[in-house]
């Protein structure tokens, strides 16, 4: 009879672990859903309400994993008096749609309730022993230069703190490897299962929505964001792949799967051909190279040799090629009309006499100019706008490079700040990689995906590439080893 019982329990355990992930990956779908929306519309209020959806969504999935016991008669005092606070605020602030507008004040009563589950899951972080998750981990340099980078984004850019919130939540929820996995996963599977949906409701509502140079763009605002969603889904299935290879089972119907979810990205980034989202996705592949599993540092030095040297050859390619296009123009063999938009784009970085732009003919920097369509030329003229804290009075934020805009929008000082921490995340990333550590394998391909994307784009806190690498930032600010891990698993 015991025996009996005993097979019940792990039936049910087993029961509820998967209703739970099933949850997880529900919430995460809806979270991404909502981020790449971030992308379709155009008014910032519309921007800020499909943002707020994806924070309320994540405190949700924040609860979830902390597994927080609403048995307890302290978390249902917490949370009654979140809720009443929540209220109160939105009461007294008179947060109506006949005083603010209907979708504004949607936006507003949605913030403050991400502000009071933000309150109720610090109650519960209180109630338990976070302390020493703090004491464990406060001598990690990376963490301490973390924490000092949200204080400063925080301080000198406005409404930021949503953004971070989650990121600093989950950073005091303790997760172990194991469960780190399994995140990862329904991560790349939420994000990767949320684009397939938006790309083919637009391709069902826009099929023929192609722009005046034959690249796909449907519902979304322009053709550069939907290729940032489009490379952000194809890395999630290399991540994937790369799971399936380290696995030692190499299941079939994980390759049943895994095909047409290849098959489906690679179309989409061919219809769409956003060289921005390929910069990152090419960047991300090349980490995945060098510092997938294999003899550690030696093993990791000779395939970035040959990677590197693999990329001298490709440039060199590149540029033979652009300079043969540029020939056949020039002796009437051949109309741009009659190249793509790519070959036009490699075409351009032979061209000598151009006077479009900031830069003198016949230089790299003119033909690099071409080759971004003006980009230089505009990060140019907006380098006079920095100054050391801050930013100017209406300043143009549209910088067409995440990294000028940290030094637009922050200031000379802070923008350095930001910049040397992105720097570092890399560098820790790919130190854990070299040493095997399979926890961070999606954290560094997420992160040389947001070093290709913020080039050429404005990738902000609250789109999918800035707000997933803040989350992702996990397993860089914790060792898997905490005691408090050990406990949770044996309090469950």
């Not at 009443?84 to 602030?93: D, E, P, R, S």
């Not at 002796?331 to 036009?344: A, C, E, H, Q, V």
């Not at 351009?348 to 006499?353: E, F, G, I, N, T």
Request: hydrophobic share 50%; glycine share 6%; net charge positive.
């Amino acid at each position: 009879m015991d025996e009996k019982n005993t097979a019940i329990k792990k039936n049910n355990k087993k029961t509820i672990e998967n209703v739970i992930l099933l949850v997880e990956l529900m919430l995460m779908t809806g979270i991404s859903f909502c981020l790449i929306g971030v992308h379709e519309h155009f008014y910032q209020v519309e921007k800020d309400y499909s943002f707020y959806k994806a924070v309320f969504l994540s405190l949700l999935l924040l609860i979830l994993i902390r597994r927080i016991c609403f048995k307890r008669d302290r978390t249902i005092i917490g949370l009654v008096i979140c809720a009443l606070l929540v209220l109160a605020f939105i009461y007294f602030k008179g947060i109506r749609a006949d005083r603010y507008g209907e979708l504004y004040s949607k936006s507003l009563r949605l913030l403050t309730v991400n502000w009071g589950l933000f309150l109720f899951i610090i109650f519960d972080v209180f109630q338990k022993k976070t302390v020493l998750i703090l004491k464990k981990h406060i001598k990690n340099p990376f963490l301490l230069l973390t924490f000092l980078t949200f204080i400063v984004i925080s301080f000198f850019g406005r409404n930021t703190l949503p953004f971070i919130c989650p990121a600093f939540l989950l950073f005091l929820t303790e997760i172990n490897k194991d469960e780190w996995n399994k995140l990862t996963n329904i991560f790349a599977m939420g994000f990767f299962i949320a684009f397939a949906v938006y790309f083919a409701g637009s391709l069902i509502v826009e099929p023929f929505g192609y722009n005046n140079s034959g690249r796909y763009v449907g519902k979304f605002l322009n053709n550069c964001e939907l290729g940032m969603v489009c490379a952000g889904a194809m890395i999630c299935v290399m991540y994937f792949w790369i799971q399936w290879f380290r696995s030692e089972s190499h299941k079939l119907s994980q390759i049943i799967i895994l095909f047409p979810m290849t098959a489906f990205s690679v179309f989409t980034l061919w219809i769409v051909s956003g060289r921005t989202g390929e910069t990152g996705l090419i960047l991300s592949t090349v980490m995945a190279i060098v510092f997938l599993h294999g003899r550690k540092a030696r093993s990791t030095l000779i395939r970035g040799g040959i990677v590197l040297g693999g990329m001298i050859v490709a440039a060199v390619s590149i540029y033979a090629l652009a300079s043969f296009l540029q020939a056949r123009i020039i002796n009437g063999d051949l109309l741009k009309s009659d190249l793509n938009y790519s070959l036009r784009h490699i075409a351009s970085l032979a061209v000598k006499d151009s006077s479009r732009g900031a830069f003198p003919p016949n230089t790299l920097l003119n033909a690099l100019d071409e080759f971004s369509s003006q980009r230089l030329t505009t990060w140019y003229l907006l380098g006079v706008q920095i100054i050391p804290f801050g930013q100017i009075a209406q300043a143009d934020l549209a910088t067409h490079s995440t990294y000028l805009f940290w030094f637009v929008r922050y200031g000379a000082v802070p923008g350095i700040m930001v910049a040397i921490w992105f720097i570092i995340y890399g560098i820790v990333a790919c130190i854990k990689n070299v040493k095997n550590d399979k926890t961070s394998m999606f954290t560094l391909m997420w992160w040389a995906y947001c070093a290709g994307i913020f080039v050429s784009a404005n990738e902000y806190w609250n789109a999918p590439g800035g707000y997933v690498l803040l989350i992702m930032i996990y397993p860089l600010l914790n060792s898997f080893e905490s005691e408090i891990c050990s406990e949770r698993e044996n309090d469950r």
